[in-house]
């Protein structure tokens, strides 16, 4: 599935492409790596609060009566938006560069989107761990992690980036530094935005069982390439263990056990066997498993790295 046609599942996503691609002209962000997030808020009349209220510091400036209130509500709220004073709030326990970019755009495109004012009629949004997950089903949370990923990864521009590099997950590391985005949303724009038959899953950081092996699956996802000749990875099991999913050696291989390449023998919808490569990585919150058809790859780029992790 390309991001194209992730955008299509979105009623709204003509409007989408329309303004993130506006948005991206007038900050002048197009080719400019890492993402200039700061100039896309600015383009969009928005800036991130430095002072903001989900600090610490700032609870600790509150009256007594609300302290322990406002730490209850701050540890659970990620990023805001505040309409009336045109600024973005994000958690200063978000300390990953990547992460905060992704939440940074995510509020403007809250912001962005006109029908999101008048249908809801908010002055602002408070984004938790759910409406920022792209497991969300809240419309306009979709629209809105949508937004994010166009802004940050300049609608095709990562794919026609992407193309001159060879597959696997050393070349999703060297895109997240290039765009300046987490490893998990450039593993996820780049399996979608993928030419070849790629699928990919996110488990979790360490096994749930060890005899057999086996993962817990978080979320899952493939290209358009991969659907007519392979079943669907969100139709997987919960729990993934080493019969059929052998590949779930390469995940703990990045714990430093074994190598994190791979292949692995997959069923096709033609009931035939077919040998896949796979590639583990990990960022210590999540693991990620890459696996794709071979194909002999000439004058691509390869960057070689010690382990996935």
Request: proline share 6%; hydrophobic share 40%; net charge neutral.
């Amino acid at each position: 599935m390309t991001p194209a046609e992730v955008l299509e599942d979105l009623d709204s996503h003509e409007d989408i492409a329309r303004l993130t691609g506006r948005l991206l002209r007038k900050a002048e962000a197009y080719g400019r790596l890492p993402t200039p997030v700061e100039d896309i808020l600015a383009a969009a009349d928005l800036e991130e609060e430095p002072d903001t209220f989900l600090s610490q510091t700032s609870i600790a400036k509150m009256p007594e009566h609300m302290r322990s209130v406002l730490r209850r509500v701050s540890s659970k709220v990620h990023a805001a938006l505040d309409r009336k004073t045109r600024t973005v709030h994000i958690n200063p326990a978000t300390d990953l560069v990547g992460q905060k970019a992704f939440k940074r755009l995510h509020e403007t495109s809250h912001d962005l989107f006109p029908w999101q004012h008048i249908e809801l009629g908010q002055i602002g949004f408070a984004d938790d761990e759910m409406t920022l997950s792209q497991r969300t089903t809240i419309r306009f949370e979709r629209e809105a992690n949508q937004g994010a990923a166009e802004l940050l990864f300049q609608r095709e521009r990562f794919a026609e980036i992407a193309a001159d590099y060879a597959i696997g997950c050393a070349t999703v590391i060297e895109l997240a530094e290039l765009f300046g985005a987490s490893r998990h949303a450039t593993f996820r724009r780049y399996i979608e935005s993928h030419p070849r038959a790629l699928a990919g899953v996110v488990l979790a950081p360490r096994p749930c069982g060890r005899e057999p092996l086996a993962f817990q699956r978080r979320e899952a996802m493939c290209s358009s390439e991969w659907r007519p000749r392979f079943e669907d990875p969100a139709a997987w099991p919960a729990v993934l263990r080493s019969d059929p999913f052998t590949f779930v050696e390469q995940a703990r291989a990045c714990a430093g056990i074994g190598p994190p390449s791979g292949e692995w023998t997959y069923i096709d919808r033609n009931n035939e066997p077919t040998t896949l490569k796979v590639d583990a990585m990990t960022n210590s919150y999540r693991t990620f498993v890459l696996v794709w058809t071979p194909r002999r790859e000439r004058f691509k780029r390869h960057r070689i790295i010690g382990n996935a992790a």
